[in-house]
């Protein structure tokens, strides 16, 4: 959006004028030209002779300007915080006579332009450089690529790669990179982007590997997989080396099309290749892996990264646990976690609570016990319906003394169990009878810390109403 430029003259050289030609030194310079007129008939000849050689020194003066140095008005273009006023002090300074600006002044002047939206001010700025045949630097290029892309105005971004070239600056692959960024942001520009991208060698631009990803990525994300195929074999033919960027995009690509295979053989040309894979490509392939059920491949795939030379974290470890756990093989996912802590990688909170809700899907009670205490131990907080799960499993099975057991776990360690828990539980504590067990739990109850979100508040209402009703029950039929 262009922004109007509402300043009359008659204000904006009132304000200049003040910044140039502050009141105390007018009153001085009027002063000594009334004093001047005044005696203007006393002089001697010899004052004469000198007055025509201060007129002479003052003709020769005149070839500088009055206002200062350009180096002084940059420095008040600069100071302005209002653009429109940094301008009007700009075509103030450009008026005088023997004035002219330096390359600075503009260079500030179109970044606080471009920083406001002044774009049609802009515009006339880079008529009056290319008028007056200043020698302009790729710089100021790189502020009008970046205002553009700011301001969300492809067309103009595009439009300056084209201006660099009537200014007779070529540009680098920066600009290019910077311009098929902005451009392949929109989906309706990726074909503009693509014609400057095969249109840049004929300007002496050659594209780089950054070029190439920006544009494959474009593509792959539009779905045009093929595409992006044809310019990374491109750039083999071109010399243009590809970077583990490159294949992470099409590896990305291909496991979104469900086609992990493709991805894996990327991987294998990488690594044959001498490159080594980052974090996130293993993520993508093992992600893909798992959700394919391939299961055993994504296991072998775990524990060759760190031969190949990356470290697998706990993003990758726990991928695979819920890809074991998904498909009913807890039992596989528990010796993960031994993996992890052989290899210096320490299980958290999803680690845990991923492989104790899959021990219960599969009715592995003991062992998912065994993990949430340990959790536990470890400080890691189980989510309610982890432990709910568990108990709710030893209740279904008839297990209720250790049903109990996980809730007195939870409230040893500080957490506060889920109603859900609390309503399968009390009961059972009730009919068996047992007061002290039930003392035991308030007890722990009181030490529970209650917050904003704790349901256990409601759970302790009711508990205490059913104990009265015991009472008073088991007093009636003495």
């Known amino acids: 959006m262009h922004r109007p430029f509402p300043r009359t003259c008659k204000s904006a050289t009132t304000v ?7 009141p105390k030194l007018r009153s001085l310079s009027s002063s000594s030209t009334s004093s001047a007129s005044a005696n203007h008939h006393h002089d001697s000849r010899k004052q004469q002779q000198q ?93 009008l690529i970046r205002i553009y892309g ?91 080396l590809p970077d583990v960027e490159t294949y992470r995009i099409l590896m990305q690509a291909l496991c979104r099309k469900n086609q992990v295979n493709g991805a894996v053989g990327l991987l294998e040309d990488m690594l044959n290749k001498g490159f080594v894979p980052d974090s996130l490509s293993y993520s993508t392939l093992l992600n893909s892996l798992c ?51 052989d290899n210096g990688c320490l299980p958290n909170v999803v680690s845990y609570r991923t492989l104790v809700g899959g021990l219960c899907d599969q009715g592995r009670l003991e062992e998912a016990n065994r993990y949430m205490e340990e959790m536990m131990s470890k400080g890691l907080s189980p989510h309610f319906s982890v432990s709910h799960a568990l108990v709710r499993e030893f209740c279904n099975a008839g297990r209720f003394e250790e049903a109990c057991g996980v809730v007195q776990e939870l409230l040893k360690h500080g957490e506060a169990p889920h109603l859900d828990s609390w309503e399968i539980t009390v009961p059972k504590i009730c009919e068996m009878d047992d007061l002290d067990r039930i003392g035991e739990l308030l ?9 904003s979100d704790t349901r256990i508040v409601d759970v302790g209402i009711g508990l205490g109403e059913y104990l009265i009703k015991r009472i008073q029950s088991t007093g009636r039929q003495v």
């Open 16 to 22: 200049v004028r003040y910044l140039f030609f502050p």
């Open 51 to 143: 007055r025509e050689t201060k007129k002479q020194e003052t003709s020769g003066a005149s070839k500088s300007s009055p206002i200062g140095s350009p180096s002084r008005v940059q420095k008040l273009i600069s100071a302005q915080t209002d653009p429109l006023l940094a301008k009007e002090i700009f075509d103030y300074a450009s008026r005088q006579p023997n004035f002219q600006h330096s390359y600075s002044s503009y260079l500030v002047l179109v970044l606080k332009l471009g920083r406001s939206k002044y774009f049609s001010l802009i515009d006339d700025l880079l008529v009056d450089l290319k008028s007056k045949r200043y020698p302009v630097t790729p710089t100021l290029f790189s502020y």
């Open 150 to 240: 700011e301001s969300n105005l492809p067309e103009k971004a595009l439009r300056t790669f084209y201006k660099m070239l009537e200014f007779n600056c070529k540009p680098l692959p920066k600009h290019l990179n910077a311009i098929l960024e902005i451009l392949v942001s929109q989906r309706n520009n990726i074909r503009p982007a693509f014609d400057l991208f095969r249109e840049a060698h004929k300007h002496g631009v050659m594209p780089n590997t950054k070029s190439y990803n920006i544009l494959m990525r474009a593509f792959c994300l539009n779905g045009d997989i093929s595409i992006a195929y044809k310019l990374f074999n491109q750039m083999f033919k071109r010399d243009v």
């Open 291 to 341: 959700r394919k059920k391939k299961l055993r491949e994504a296991y072998k795939l775990l524990c060759r990264m760190k031969v190949k030379g990356c470290n697998p974290d706990i993003v990758h470890y726990n991928t695979v646990i819920l890809g074991f756990c998904r498909e009913g093989r807890a039992m596989d996912a528990c010796k993960i976690i031994g993996d992890m802590e």
């Open 443 to 451: 007890d722990e109850v009181i030490k529970v810390e209650i917050k």
